[in-house]
């Protein structure tokens, strides 16, 4: 009679344990979207700095002037929300690494949480410096090569939403891509990932970048190529810190022995 009864209670604990996990999940998605709302309210304050003096700098530095016209009557009310959105999620984004982490760390032992505790900081970093690359690099160049490009006879009027929507795809694209290094050097300390494994399946990642590039950039072939190349570089650097570890935590199990 016994064992239907422990089977009940075990199967009530694993329910309660799921319920509890699920309502940490949710509070963590809660907290991060509050988080989200105040940075991008702060944004939304700021946003007329945000548009003129950020993202429309790589038009003012044009040598022939380029205009944005609006088409819709609501137009610039959504380019400013979503102005005010991209801006505070790349200001929020360590509070949301953050949260993660916070989900995250029951689950772990006590040799991976001091991996997670530096993580976060560097994932923040890498997030932000593929930004800047792509802000003060790709983006630059990119409109500087679209607008010189054609016949003079035809004027570059571009509609303000879509030139936003080309300088946030861009932005995300390489803040995301950038988290490459960080992620190798988190699973080479785990041991899940080697830099044989890393150098056997190169051309596949190659492949996976190229297909990466051509979903978060916009449709055009130097936009891809300003992002698939400097992801292929960050790619051999993944390769190098993993060796790197690898090598640290070999020299480490021979001084044990």
Not at 191 to 206: I, S, V
Request: glycine share 4%.
């Amino acid at each position: 009679m016994s064992q239907p009864q422990d089977q009940e209670q075990e199967s009530g604990e694993q329910t309660g344990s799921f319920l509890t996990h699920l309502e940490a999940l949710r509070w963590t998605l809660v907290r991060s979207f509050i988080a989200l709302l105040v940075t991008s309210g702060v944004c939304f304050y700021f946003s007329d700095f945000i548009v003129n003096d950020i993202l429309l700098r790589p038009l003012h530095q044009l040598s022939t002037p380029v205009m944005l016209q609006n088409l819709k009557p609501f137009g610039q009310i959504m380019l400013y929300l979503q102005v005010s959105f991209f801006s505070g999620l790349v200001l929020g984004i360590p509070y949301v690494l953050y949260e993660i982490w916070r989900f995250v760390y029951p689950a772990l032992r006590q040799k991976e949480i001091k991996y997670i505790r530096s993580i976060v900081a560097f994932s923040s970093f890498c997030f932000l410096a593929g930004v800047a690359f792509a802000y003060f690099l790709i983006i630059p160049y990119s409109v500087q090569f679209f607008m010189s490009f054609g016949s003079p006879s035809i004027v570059n009027n571009l509609a303000a939403d879509e030139y936003m929507s080309f300088i946030v795809q861009i932005m995300l694209a390489s803040g995301l891509l950038f988290e490459l290094p960080m992620v190798s050097y988190f699973l080479s300390h785990l041991g899940l990932l080697t830099p044989n494994f890393m150098k056997h399946y190169r051309r596949y990642a190659y492949f996976i970048v190229v297909v990466l590039a051509g979903i978060f950039t916009p449709p055009d072939v130097i936009s891809q190529i300003f992002l698939v190349v400097p992801m292929m570089i960050l790619y051999e650097i993944s390769i190098v810190i993993s060796a790197a570890i690898q090598k640290r935590k070999q020299a480490g199990l021979r001084s044990t022995t």
